[in-house]
């Protein structure tokens, strides 16, 4: 049985261009160009997770064809977001060519989301954050 999530996240990939990936798919993802990877939770615990869904194909409209998106499911996304020490959910991860060039953590105003997106753009790459230990969070919850 399909949830009304899990048929959000099909239509990010179907109407949107979006790669759905799994936690062993990362590295060969962003191995080319910008790409821009949405670590999603469950929307019952985190309903901005359900936000970002919603909102970030239109924000990459003012990116058009800039990134190259993809989308993880929530089980795959805290295991993502354990390795690239990402502490809360939603999460974007941004890497240009293979190589980091940062995370944006959370739920944003449109303004600020569509200008942080042109933000990674421009950003250099970086040293990829953590040591290569995935780094999980105390609580249960990564909403907040």
Do not use: N, Y
């Not at 048929?7 to 979006?18: A, I, K, M, N």
């Not at 799994?22 to 590295?27: M, P, S």
């Not at 060039?101 to 944003?108: D, I, R």
């Amino acid at each position: 049985m399909s949830t009304p999530f899990a048929t959000q996240l099909e239509r990010l990939e179907t109407r949107h261009g979006f790669l759905r990936l799994a936690a062993d798919e990362v590295d060969a993802f962003a191995a080319t160009g910008d790409s821009l990877l949405l670590l999603t939770d469950e929307p019952q615990t985190c309903p901005e997770a359900w936000d970002m869904a919603l909102v970030l194909p239109e924000a990459l409209k003012a990116w058009p064809g800039r990134f190259r998106p993809g989308v993880a499911d929530p089980a795959a996304s805290r295991e993502i977001a354990a390795r690239f020490g990402a502490g809360q959910l939603p999460a974007m991860l941004f890497q240009r060519d293979g190589a980091w060039v940062g995370k944006l953590e959370g739920m944003f105003e449109w303004e600020r989301l569509v200008a942080a997106l042109g933000a990674m753009l421009a950003a250099p790459t970086a040293r990829r954050p953590g040591i290569g230990i995935p780094v999980r969070a105390a609580t249960t919850s990564s909403c907040h």
